[in-house]
């Protein structure tokens, strides 16, 4: 069975920083486009970044800048490298894959991704 499992939110001020982590579990996640998406309460799920086969990044102007996507084909991960974070970053963020080897212009859309993880919460204090 196919699982994305995220680690590394947690709670941080304004300013600070974290390192989000999306392992692959039965999947070469090195193969395929995996994205980054966040989600507040109350709102719909947003996209943050992407990569695809080729190393491609795409990523949300909201937080360019600020964030860096990569990936470690050694460890079969995905990270979020998460700087100057700001309260309205607050939300749940969670790893996508759908099988497609690049991302494409439809990178930023949540119904073209049908495998997910189960979320890691990242909070920002002012």
């Known amino acids: 069975q196919v699982q994305l499992v995220e680690s590394g939110g947690g709670s941080v001020q304004a300013g600070g920083s974290l390192r989000l982590s999306c392992a692959g579990v039965?999947?070469?996640?090195?193969?395929?486009?995996v994205a980054w998406f966040r989600q507040a309460p109350g709102k719909e799920r947003e996209a943050v970044a992407s990569i695809d086969k080729d190393h491609r990044a795409h990523v949300a102007d909201s937080v360019k800048g600020r964030f860096t996507i990569s990936r470690d084909n050694a460890k079969n991960s995905l990270y979020l490298q998460m700087n100057s974070l700001k309260p309205e970053d607050t939300a749940m963020y969670y790893c996508a894959t759908d099988g497609r080897y690049w991302c494409g212009g439809g990178w930023n859309a949540a119904d073209a991704y049908d495998t997910w993880g189960q979320g890691t919460q990242v909070t920002v204090s002012s």
């Open positions: 039965n999947y070469d996640i090195t193969e395929y486009c």
